[in-house]
C-alpha cells in the first residue's frame, strides 16, 4: 500500500480551482501594457482599503517594505527604541534594525503566541516611539490593551499583519479613539491592521492572500502618513526626477495586483475554509495527551495550526510525521532576540524560549480533506504514543 502524502502546504488546489480567473486577469495586463503601478495595481489598492475599511492601501515590494516605509512614514529614525515580539520571523525586529532603530522584545503568551500586554509598560524608556505587535500565525494580538497603552504613553503602533489577513480583532478598545465601539459593534469587530497607525501585510505565495510572486501592502488612515509611504516606494519622490528624501524601489508589480485582486473575491471563504480546519484538528486532537493546542479564537484565520508537543518530544514527532509522508514545520526554532545578529544582546524571556522547543505547525490549507486531517491527526497521536 503506498504511503500517504500531506505536504505542509499545497497550492495547487487553490490555482486549480481559480484558473480562468487568474489567466484572465494576466492576460489583461500583459494587453494593457502597463506593469508597475498603473491603473491595475490602483484597482487593488482600492478593493483592499474598502475590504478592510481603511482609507489608504499601498501596494508595495513586500511585507517587509511595508514594515520599513511604515515605520519610516511614522517618523521612527535612528536611535529610537520600538517595543515587539521575539516570537515572530526575522523580519520583524530587521525592519527596526534597518531604519536604525533598536528592537525591544516583550515576552508573547504561551496560549496566544502573541506579546504579553501586561509586560510592555515595564519595557518604556523616554527612547521608546513605538510598539509593533505581531498577529502570528492569523491570531490578532490583544489590541485593545495595546492601543491604550500606546495611547498613554503617545506612542506609534505599526502592525505586523504578515500571517493575518482578513484576521478581526473581537475585544474592546475602551478609551481608545482609533477604535470606536459603534466601529467594532457594527463590523463585529476590526481588521488588524487597521487600529494602529499603519498595518504591514506580505503577499508572499504561501500566505493567506498570497501573490504568485513577492509582494506587500500598508494601510492606514493617516492621510500624511499615507504621503509619505508613496514618497518613500518610488525613490522619495511626489513628482519624478524631483526627489526629496532618500526612498525605496518598493513597487507592487501589476501583475501581481491582477492575481491578488481576483483572490481577495474568494478571501472570506478561503479563511472561514482554514477555520473549519483548525477546528477539526481540535476535535481530533483534544483528548491526545502530550499536546498542547492553540486557541480557536473569534477573528483567527490560521495561517498556520500551530501545536505545542510537550516533554521535549517535538522534534521526535516531527521526524515520525516526516517519515510517514506527512510535512509539518518549526515556525519559529530560534526566537529574533537569540538570532546571531543580535546575540548577546538581550536577557532571556523565558516563554519565547519554551516555544521555540514545543512549537510544530500541522498541515494548513483551506481544501485540506476530512480524510487528510484524520491522517495528519492519527499521524501526531501515534507518534506520541510511540515515544511516552
Known sequence: MSQIKIPILDLKPQYQAIKDEIQTAINQVLDSGQFILGPTVKAFETDVARYLGVKHAIGLNSGTDALVIGLRAAGIVP????????????????????????????????????????????????????????????????????????????????????????????????????????????????????????????????????????????????????????????????????????????????????????????????????????????????????????EIADGHVFHQYTVRILGGHRDYVKQALAEAGIGAMIYYPIPQDKLPVYLGKYPDLAVSNQLAQEVLSLPMWPELSLAQLEAVADGVKQALNNRT
Open 79 to 294: 536611535g529610537d527604541e520600538v517595543i515587539t515580539t521575539p516570537f515572530s520571523f526575522f523580519a520583524t525586529a530587521e525592519s527596526i534594525s534597518m531604519v536604525g532603530a533598536n528592537p525591544v522584545f516583550v515576552d508573547v503568551q504561551p496560549d496566544t503566541f502573541n506579546i504579553d500586554p501586561t509586560l510592555i509598560e515595564a519595557a518604556i524608556t523616554p527612547k521608546t516611539k513605538a510598539i509593533m505587535p505581531v498577529h502570528l500565525y492569523g491570531n490578532p494580538a490583544a489590541m485593545g490593551q495595546i492601543i491604550q497603552i500606546a495611547d498613554k504613553h503617545n506612542l506609534k503602533v505599526i502592525e505586523d499583519c504578515a500571517q493575518a489577513f482578513g484576521a478581526v480583532y473581537k475585544g474592546t478598545c475602551s478609551g481608545c479613539d482609533r477604535c470606536d465601539q459603534t466601529t467594532l459593534a457594527q463590523l463585529g469587530g476590526k481588521y488588524v491592521g487597521t487600529i494602529g497607525d499603519v498595518g504591514a501585510f506580505s503577499f508572499f505565495p504561501t500566505k493567506n492572500l498570497g501573490a504568485y510572486g513577492d509582494g506587500g501592502l500598508l494601510a492606514t488612515n493617516d492621510d500624511q502618513l499615507a504621503d509619505m509611504a508613496r514618497m518613500l516606494r518610488v525613490h522619495g519622490a511626489k513628482e519624478r526626477y524631483k526627489n526629496i528624501m532618500l526612498g525605496y524601489n518598493s513597487r507592487l508589480d501589476a501583475i501581481q495586483a491582477a492575481i491578488l485582486q481576483v483572490k481577495l473575491r474568494h478571501i472570506d471563504d478561503w479563511n472561514n475554509k482554514r477555520r473549519w480546519v483548525a477546528k477539526t484538528y481540535h476535535q481530533l486532537l483534544e483528548k491526545s495527551e502530550g499536546v498542547m493546542l492553540p
